[in-house]
């Protein structure tokens, strides 16, 4: 299986100094660690370098940019006609511009077989559970 994380989890899986350490950075060490041993493929898509980007610190940016080099990328990624019909337009760029992206890349992946509604649903629970633990 493949994994497809956003920045909300890549963020706190790479700290780049002690104050950049989160709560949620042992929730997600622990993800990738079990994503891996069961044998899971863990991939940003490319436009999470969109979000990494806006990061204000340059000496952070540089290295966050350094770090996700160890992450597999996503690649020929679906375009985002495939989630506008359901979760309607957004501006390029932002944040949620980044986030249908990543559905487009869930939902245009031939191996799936859930609707765009159920990846909107799964989505909002692990956010709401991401937000429990961290």
């Known amino acids: 299986m493949r994994l497809l994380i956003d920045t909300n989890v890549l963020i706190p899986l790479e ?3 002690h104050d950049d350490v989160e709560p949620g950075s ?3 060490a622990s993800l990738i660690r079990i994503a891996h041993q069961a044998g899971h493929t863990v991939l ?3 436009s999470s370098l969109v979000d990494l980007q806006r990061d204000s610190n340059p000496g952070r940016l540089a290295m966050r940019e350094i770090l996700v080099t160890k992450y597999v990328r996503l690649d020929a990624a679906p375009p985002l006609a495939i989630v506008d019909p359901v979760l309607g337009p957004v501006a390029v760029g932002s944040n949620n511009w980044v986030d249908h992206l990543l559905l487009a ?4 992946t031939p191996s799936t077989s ?5 990846v909107a649903s799964t ?3 692990f956010v709401s ?3 429990t633990v961290s």
């Open 105 to 108: 890349a869930v939902k245009g």
């Open 15 to 17: 700290p780049t100094q």
């Open 26 to 28: 042992r929730a997600a």
């Open 114 to 118: 859930w609707s765009l509604r159920m």
């Open 123 to 125: 989505a909002r629970q």
């Open 44 to 46: 940003i898509h490319p």
């Open 129 to 131: 559970a991401w937000r």
